[in-house]
């Protein structure tokens, strides 16, 4: 299975533990926890819904409470699906810190454990920090022979990842401090 497709599946599986619905606002909620950037057809979005159908990881079901005159297709997660995401929301491998994987994961965080929060934060920031280090020693050697648009292009994505590694730290204090407030104390 490809990284889009194992992430689209954790979020599939995130959205409908919350509760049963139809594909179309299953979509509409995926693009709002993914955010934007991400575009999700439903020529990605039903294949993914008709692996995890087969798997028995979800199940279909007839809403007939719609005002139109067919019935609309709800999907649900089965108990071996509350399993399954249950297993992939305790996973801390790099996947789960890495730039696809990391949105993905903190949009669910909220069904996260603690720790494995933590693991992530803390993965993410490190991975982060190292690419930081290793720009910044390439940009060193190499910023007088840059124009200067590459060189404000590259002072930008240093200074986006440095924002992002004080938000992470932030985080992280947060976290440790109250596990259920994800936001910097003044």
């Known amino acids: 299975m490809s990284r889009r497709a194992q992430l689209l599946e954790f979020a599939v ?10 594909g179309y606002d299953l979509r509409r909620r995926l693009d709002l926890a993914l955010g934007p950037f991400r575009a999700l057809s439903y020529g990605t979005l039903y294949p993914a819904l008709k692996s995890l159908l ?16 067919r019935a609309r297709v ?6 071996a699906g ?13 996947s789960a810190y890495d730039d696809d994987g990391f949105d993905v994961r903190f949009a669910f965080f909220a069904r996260t454990e603690r720790e ?8 993410r920031r490190s991975r982060l920090e ?32 440095e924002r992002e590694v004080r938000w992470l ?18």
């Open 130 to 161: 190292e690419r930081l280090d290793n720009v910044r020693q390439v940009s060193t050697a190499r910023r007088e022979r840059m124009d200067a648009y590459t060189a404000a292009l590259q002072q930008h994505g240093e200074d986006r990842t």
């Open 13 to 22: 599986l995130g959205l409908l533990h919350e509760g049963p619905t139809h």
């Open 54 to 69: 087969t798997r028995g990881l979800i199940a279909e079901a007839e809403d007939t409470a719609g005002s139109g005159k």
């Open 82 to 94: 509350k399993e399954h995401f249950a297993d992939l929301v305790a996973r801390t491998d790099a």
């Open 116 to 123: 494995v929060r933590l693991r992530i934060l803390e993965g």
């Open 169 to 186: 730290s932030e985080l992280i204090d947060a976290e440790r401090r109250h596990p259920t407030d994800p936001g910097p104390q003044p």
């Open 74 to 79: 709800v999907y649900e997660l089965t108990a």
